[in-house]
C-alpha cells in the first residue's frame, strides 16, 4: 500500500530554533507539494516540485522557509529561525504531474508547536 | 485573484438524510474542482472531482454539481453514514489546488 510519509508526525520546539520536516512521496511520483493547516487560514500551498525541480514557492515565507529537494525520494521544508505563528499541521502531498489534473495524495501531517 | 470559500464551517445531518456541502469560486479560469475529505490525525483524501465542462459528475453515493453561471458547487452525500462524518475540503486547479477552508461534517445516528 503506497503512502506518503512524513517526519516527525509531531514537534514541540521553542521559538528561535531550527525546524526540520521530511517527506517521502511515494515511490514513482514526481511532483511533490508542501501546504500549511492553520485554523484561520485553511489549507494553503507553501511550494511544489515537479522533477525535484522548484515550480512555485509563492506562498512560503522566504526569509526563514526553504524547500528542497535532495533526491526523489525524499523532500525537505525547514523553517530557521522558527516563530510562535508557524505553528500549524504541515501536509506534503506527491502525484504523478502528466499535465492534466493531478490527484495529491497527502501524507499524514507534521504538527508543529513554536513556543 | 483565485479563491475558494466554504462558508459553513460545519453541518450536521441525521443518518441516511442527505449532506449537501457548498463553495463558491472567484476565477472561472481553472479547469478543476476537487473535494478532498480529512479525518482527524490524517491527511486528506481525494474524494471526486468534476471539470469545468461538465455540470454533474457522480461516483456512487457522492455527487458533485457544477454551476458555471453562479461560481458555486456543492457535493451531495446520500445517504449520509457515520463513516461520512469528516472534514470536507473543496480546491481549484488541476496541478497546483487553492483550497477553502473546510466543512465539518457530522452524521448522527
Known amino acids: 500500500d503506497a503512502r506518503v510519509t512524513q517526519t516527525p508526525r509531531h514537534k514541540v520546539t521553542e521559538m528561535g530554533q531550527e525546524v526540520t520536516m521530511r517527506c517521502q512521496p511515494i515511490?514513482?511520483?514526481?511532483?511533490v507539494f508542501w501546504y500549511r493547516q492553520t485554523m484561520m487560514q485553511g489549507l494553503e500551498l507553501l511550494a511544489y516540485?515537479?522533477?525535484?525541480?522548484?515550480?512555485?514557492d509563492s506562498g512560503m515565507p522566504k526569509d526563514r522557509f526553504s524547500a528542497e529537494m535532495p533526491d526523489a525520494t525524499l523532500a525537505t521544508l525547514k523553517i530557521q529561525p522558527s516563530e510562535p505563528r508557524d505553528s500549524a499541521v504541515y501536509f506534503c502531498?506527491?502525484?504523478?504531474?502528466?499535465?492534466?489534473?493531478?490527484?495529491?495524495?497527502f501524507g499524514p501531517g507534521t504538527r508543529l508547536l513554536v513556543l | 485573484d483565485q479563491q475558494v470559500k466554504q462558508n459553513s464551517p460545519s453541518l450536521s445531518v441525521q443518518e441516511g438524510r442527505i449532506s449537501i456541502l457548498n463553495c463558491d469560486y472567484t476565477?472561472?479560469?481553472?479547469?478543476?474542482f476537487l473535494w478532498y475529505k480529512k479525518y482527524p490525525a490524517e491527511g486528506p483524501t481525494f474524494l471526486i472531482s468534476?471539470?469545468?465542462?461538465?455540470d454533474k459528475n457522480e461516483d456512487g453515493r457522492f455527487t458533485v454539481f457544477l454551476n458555471k453561471s453562479a461560481k458555486h458547487l456543492s457535493l451531495h452525500i446520500v445517504p449520509s453514514q457515520p463513516g461520512d462524518s469528516a472534514v470536507y475540503f473543496c480546491?481549484?486547479?488541476?496541478?497546483?489546488?487553492?483550497f477553502g477552508q473546510g466543512t465539518r461534517l457530522t452524521i448522527n445516528p
Open positions: 502531498a506527491s502525484g504523478l504531474g502528466t499535465g492534466g489534473l493531478e490527484t495529491q495524495y
Open positions: 515511490l514513482g511520483h514526481n511532483t
Open positions: 516540485f515537479r522533477n525535484r525541480a522548484p515550480l512555485d
Open positions: 476565477n472561472s479560469m481553472f479547469d478543476y
Open positions: 468534476i471539470s469545468s465542462i461538465k
Open positions: 480546491s481549484q486547479g488541476a496541478q497546483k489546488l487553492v
